[in-house]
């Protein structure tokens, strides 16, 4: 299996990421991860390395104002950092959507994304397919249903200071959120609402939920789904027992589990069943 680093450049910075190509004309997916994310957090090498052995191709970056440097796992841009928001991810996966021509030849192209990152993927995807841009589909996998699932508290404090510093428990750095992304979340009914974007996506979505996620409870699944099943014929709910919000593995990953085994095959064989 060979990883190979490819780098994004639009208006907004640069994109780095790692393609892993499994042979012409498999299917890509393109990892988008969540907020904190990057391409060697936890599971997502593991995971690309399944798809691999499975005849998977797939592309998993870091966003340009994540804060991530490379293969570095501490945020060490925090004014970049601080400038992240849902539009400037959406634009970073519609660079990368963009230039599908700097990938191998691929029969079909799917968005698989985790916690955060669907919302900057469900409106990616609209944006894409407007373009006429052709996607595949998309996998949601522990993913929200609305921007604005914060607590009022910080809300209050966020909106006076117009920055707001989250501990992050993992690397126990005061992580800045910015006043672009508040916006963003105050406006969450309306310029950034989930259910009317999700609801105008004619085509398959697969949602992966695990029912024991304790960053974003299952009732996000379950009420994605809701909206959509009426909607979209290609639609699916998967609900992983025992499942925490990184199904049951940690950063950095040590071992793989059942959990997370269930995710893999679950799509692995939703992409191939569409193949």
Known sequence: ME????????????VDGVYINA??????LI??????GFYNYGMFPYIQQKLWENGISSYSFNFSHGGIIGDADIFEDL????????????????????NLKEFKNHSKVYLFTHSLGGVPTIFGAKKAIEG????????????????????????????????????NNRTKQELP??????QEVLKSDKEWNVKQ????????????????????????????????????????????PNATHTFNTKHPFEKTSNELEELIQTTVEWIHTRN
């Not at 042979?23 to 890509?28: C, K």
Request: glycine share 6%; proline share 2%; hydrophobic share 40%.
């Open 197 to 240: 974007t999700i609801q105008s996506l004619n085509i398959p979505i697969l949602i992966v939920h695990g029912e024991n996620d304790e960053a974003v409870p299952v009732e996000h699944g379950k009420s994605l789904f809701s909206w959509i099943q009426n909607f979209n014929a290609n639609a699916r709910l998967k609900i992983v």
């Open 177 to 182: 959120q910015g006043f672009e992304f508040l």
């Open 23 to 28: 042979g012409s004309n498999s299917s890509l």
């Open 132 to 167: 006429k841009i052709k996607i595949d589909g998309i996998i949601l996998v522990s993913t929200v249903k609305t921007l604005n699932f914060w607590p009022v508290e910080m809300l209050e404090e966020w909106s006076s200071a117009g920055v707001y510093y989250k501990k």
């Open 3 to 14: 990883r190979e680093k490819l780098t994004f450049h639009h208006k907004n910075g640069g």
């Open 79 to 98: 004014a970049k950092y601080e400038q992240n928001c849902m539009r400037l991810e959406t634009e970073d996966l519609l660079s990368i959507l963009h």
């Open 31 to 36: 990892i988008i991860n969540g907020h904190n």
